[in-house]
């Protein structure tokens, strides 16, 4: 067993559901491909249970079997079971749910063992070598807003979580760099700045005010119109000044956006609209031979079963479009970057384009039918909303700023801390880290922490509030751990490897048993993708903490468990830590 341990090693439910197959394989060898079925116990009988016996009975029942209901078949299953010591015992309840106690001796082993080797080998094994995750993807010259903000927080936790098993993730930033409003913006700039060159950041201000300027003189001014229009055939058609004055735009863009970057930790390769556009011609050259792009209204199109409008890959004037941008972006993934998991991070507003493109692709033959890989997922997420309960937006109906929304999380965090003293006893550099960390982690936490397809209200407030289910309030628990490790003088790298941990008391039992559920939490998120599994587990860890050191009987500096329980104390903060770290805040050490 020792090898089929070690292919799982982390994860208890797939290292039961191997012993569970060896039975179920001796129980009923007549019956192919049984996946055993195993669940975390809600109940006091077990901490997992096997729940098999039911849907075998409905299949054996009538020909010819020993059993005689769910209750027998159990007793087998658990009867069958090979010997391992990761099982105390064993007992059947109900119609046949196979209950099972874990050895708390294999337990505190277990643990120990993750101590020493890191907590990486607590790590999925997703079946993919390289996935592109799309997300963040603001448009060139526009202002990113809170929902920029979501996909860019959702995404990076997605490419961490896949990072921290071992795929090879390509972060990707579909910018939207490309398309006719580049036009009236170059020859606005050109209008304003005639050495365009020299027209800085500084000197064309702010990007979103010129492109508001821009359009008005577009809506009002037929001469202009016009003017812009060229200017959208001489940039697709490569003239040198068109391209420069349109590098020029995106790198001023560009320099806003890595301030929100730069602020929020994430790390991005920007491949947008304009890498893509060259491969677009021949992609829809070959969806034509296939057979798939059809003639209608003077578009061409791609007709989708189910669905009652075509995905337009041509405009009726010949031009390109999102559908035609985003089947070449894919094909490109699929084929020059051979990712196996492709994943866009977008508002659920965009759910049936990518529908549409996803069903193209599988008539086209470049994803296969079905769930299996290579495939592509879109991963929806719902709106920000303000206190009154509509889209959040600042007074004067702009949608806010980034940066400032930012900022204002860090300042209000950093007055806190100020407010309880700190300027006094820390150092500057201790006080700008701190707020960093509690005020981008507390924006961060207060969106993933909800299911990703829900509406979520923005509120300071409670994102800064120091207790109840916030990044605060888990931060700071994550600082009174390590308070505790340094309280007690012990160096915890030489306790790792001379001390033993043991889990003799109940509430340091259920510590330990959360504590090895990490690793199926992290696959679910991962599988799932949902980062509020996460979230949800490591609240329930830190509630679960403070109850194992509230209890006077489970008293660690000074009692003679000291060692073991210091032991149990690191193992909960690494495993805090891992939890931030995934969702990408940066933990504290000290409050």
């Known amino acids: 067993m020792a090898s089929q341990e070690e292919e799982c090693k982390g994860n208890l439910k797939a290292q039961l559901a191997k012993l569970f197959e060896v039975s179920l394989k001796v129980t009923v060898p007549n019956e192919a491909d049984v996946d055993p079925l195993i669940a975390a116990c809600t109940g006091k009988f077990g901490d997992y249970q096997c729940n098999n016996a039911m849907g075998l009975w409905s299949k054996i029942k009538g020909k010819g079997t020993q059993f005689r209901g769910p209750p027998a078949v159990g007793e087998a299953i658990k009867n069958n079971l090979p010997t391992s010591e990761m099982i105390d015992s064993c007992s059947v309840a109900g119609p046949g749910f196979v209950n099972v106690v874990l050895s708390k001796n294999w337990m505190a082993k277990s643990i120990q063992k993750m101590l020493v080797e890191g907590i990486d080998t607590w790590a999925p094994q997703p079946p993919v070598k390289t996935a592109v995750v799309d997300f963040s993807s603001p448009n060139i010259a526009k202002e990113m807003h809170v929902g920029h903000l979501r996909s860019t927080i959702i ?17 990707r930033n579909h910018v939207g760099d490309w398309g006719t409003q580049f036009g ?42 016009e003017r812009a229009q ?81 995905l337009i890959v041509v405009k009726s004037d010949g031009g390109f479009n999102y559908a ?25 507003g965009q759910q049936q384009h990518f529908d549409m493109v996803f069903k193209a692709a599988k008539r086209a033959g470049w994803l296969p039918q079905g769930d299996n890989y290579p495939k592509a997922s879109h991963v929806g997420f719902g709106l920000v909303l303000g206190e009154d309960g509509k889209r959040f937006r600042t007074r004067n109906t702009e949608v806010v700023r980034l940066v400032d ?23 500057e550099e201790e006080i700008e880290s701190t707020a960093d960390a509690v005020g981008y982690g507390a924006v961060k936490y207060a969106d993933l922490k909800n299911n990703r397809l829900t509406n979520y209200t923005f ?22 751990i390590c308070s505790i490790i340094r309280r007690s003088g012990k160096d915890v790298e030489e306790l790792k490897n001379k001390g033993t941990l043991v889990l003799e008391h109940k509430d340091e039992r259920d510590l330990g048993l959360h504590l090895l559920q990490f690793a199926e939490v992290v696959e679910e998120a991962c599988t799932n993708l949902l980062p509020n599994v996460v979230c ?47 969702l990408g805040i940066t933990p504290i050490y000290k409050i």
């Open 230 to 310: 060229q200017a959208v055939v001489r940039l697709q058609g490569g003239e040198e000044k068109y391209r420069r004055a349109w590098a020029q735009i995106c790198e001023i863009s560009r320099t806003e956006f890595h301030k929100v970057y730069q602020r929020l930790g994430v790390h991005l390769e920007e491949k947008g609209e304009s890498f893509y556009n060259p491969y677009i011609p021949g992609v829809i050259e070959g969806l034509t031979k296939q057979g798939l792009v059809e003639e209608s209204q003077g578009a061409r199109v791609i007709f989708i079963e189910g669905i009652n409008i075509p």
């Open 459 to 480: 509120n300071f407030d409670q994102m800064l509030n120091d207790k109840g289910n916030t990044a605060v309030y888990l931060l700071y628990a994550h600082a009174r």
């Open 324 to 348: 035609s941008t985003d089947l070449a972006a894919l094909w490109y993934r699929l084929n020059e970057e051979k990712a196996e998991w492709i994943i866009y991070v977008t508002d659920v």
């Open 405 to 427: 929304l930012l900022d204002e999380a860090k300042n209000r965090s950093k007055a806190a801390l100020i407010e309880r003293g700190k300027g006094e006893e820390w150092t």
């Open 184 to 225: 009236m913006l170059i020859e606005f700039l050109f209008e304003k700045f005639p050495n365009f060159e020299d027209a800085t950041e500084t000197a064309i201000g702010d990007l979103q005010a010129f492109y508001k300027a821009s359009k008005q003189r577009f809506d009002s001014d037929p001469a202009f119109k």
């Open 536 to 582: 949800d587990y490591l609240y329930n860890l830190s509630e679960i903490f403070s109850k194992f050191y509230s209890n006077a009987e489970c008293k660690v500096i000074g009692s003679d468990k000291e060692t073991s329980r210091l032991l149990l104390c690191e193992a909960t903060a690494v495993v805090m830590r891992k939890c931030f770290n995934l």
């Open 155 to 171: 995404g990076d936790t997605l490419a961490r979580m896949l990072e921290f098993s071992k795929v090879k993730v390509l972060r």
